[in-house]
C-alpha cells in the first residue's frame, strides 16, 4: 500500500482525509505539527505522497514543503489550503508543490488528486529512473549529460561532467585525487594530480554559490574531494 503523509492540525479534517484515503487503499501516515510531519517523513522514507495543510501552530505547511523538497525529495506534495491568498502562494511563489486543494473539498476531489499525481510520479519514475540522478539543487541527466541546479541548466565541459557524475554517485564518500584522476581522465592519463585542483576549482564556480567557502564539493584536506550533500 502506497503511504501518504498527512500533515492537518485540526482533527475532524485530519480524520476525514485518513478516512478517505484508506478506503482508496492507501495508507494514511498521520502528523498533527509540521515537525511531527518532518519526523514521521524521516521514519517513512517510503512515503510517496504528502499532504500538507498550510496553517499549523508550529512550521506553515509551505515550510515543510521547502525542507522536504531541499533534501532533494521528489514525492508528491498536494497542498491543503485554506484561503485564495495561500492558493496565491503556492502557484506564485514557486514552493515546490505538484498541486493543491481547497478547503472545503469532497472526499472524490481529494482522491481524485491524490490517485492523478500518484499516476503522474509512476510514469515520470519509470521515465526517469536510469538516466536521472538527483542530489540536493542537482539533477544530473547521463542520457544528456546535463546537469541543472534549481532547475537551471549548467553549463559544463565533459571533464566537469564527469566529475559531477564520479562525485553525486558517490555522496558522501572521500575521494583521492588519485581516484578522482584515474576515474575522469583515464587510468593511462599522465597529467598531475593538480590537474584535478585546476578542473574541480573551474567546477565549483560553475555549481557552488560561493566557490571560496563550498557547500557541495568540499575538500578533505591531504587527500582530495568529497560531494557533501
Ligand atoms: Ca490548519
Redesign the pocket.
Known amino acids: 500500500m502506497k503511504k501518504i503523509l498527512v500533515l492537518?492540525?485540526?482533527a475532524n479534517?485530519r480524520s476525514f482525509v485518513v478516512i478517505n484515503l484508506r478506503r482508496s487503499g492507501y495508507e494514511p501516515i498521520e502528523a498533527e505539527t509540521g515537525a511531527e510531519a518532518m519526523e514521521k517523513w524521516r521514519v517513512n522514507p517510503d512515503i510517496c505522497l504528502a499532504l500538507l495543510?498550510?496553517?499549523?501552530?508550529d512550521i506553515d505547511?509551505f515550510e515543510v514543503c521547502r525542507r522536504i523538497r531541499a533534501s532533494g525529495s521528489k514525492i508528491g506534495i498536494i497542498m491543503?489550503t485554506?484561503k485564495s491568498q495561500e492558493i496565491d502562494k503556492v502557484t506564485g511563489l514557486m514552493t515546490g508543490a505538484d498541486d493543491y486543494v481547497t478547503k472545503p473539498f469532497s472526499p472524490a476531489e481529494l482522491t481524485a488528486r491524490v490517485d492523478a499525481l500518484i499516476r503522474r510520479l509512476g510514469a515520470s519514475e519509470d521515465e526517469k529512473a536510469s538516466v536521472e540522478i538527483s542530489s540536493g539543487p542537482f539533477l544530473l541527466n547521463t542520457r544528456n549529460r546535463t546537469l541543472e541546479k534549481n532547475g537551471q541548466r549548467l553549463k559544463l565541459t565533459q571533464i566537469e561532467y564527469l566529475l559531477m557524475k564520479l562525485f553525486m554517485e558517490n555522496p558522501g564518500k572521500a575521494m583521492s585525487r588519485e581516484d578522482i584522476l584515474s576515474t575522469v581522465w583515464g587510468s593511462d592519463f599522465s597529467g598531475e594530480l593538480k590537474t584535478v585542483d585546476v578542473n574541480i576549482r573551474r567546477l565549483r564556480i560553475k555549481i557552488e554559490s560561493d566557490p571560496t567557502e563550498p557547500e557541495f564539493l568540499t575538500t578533505v584536506w591531504g587527500y582530495g574531494y568529497k560531494w557533501g550533500y
Open positions: 492537518e492540525d485540526e479534517i495543510d498550510v496553517m499549523l501552530p505547511g491543503l485554506a
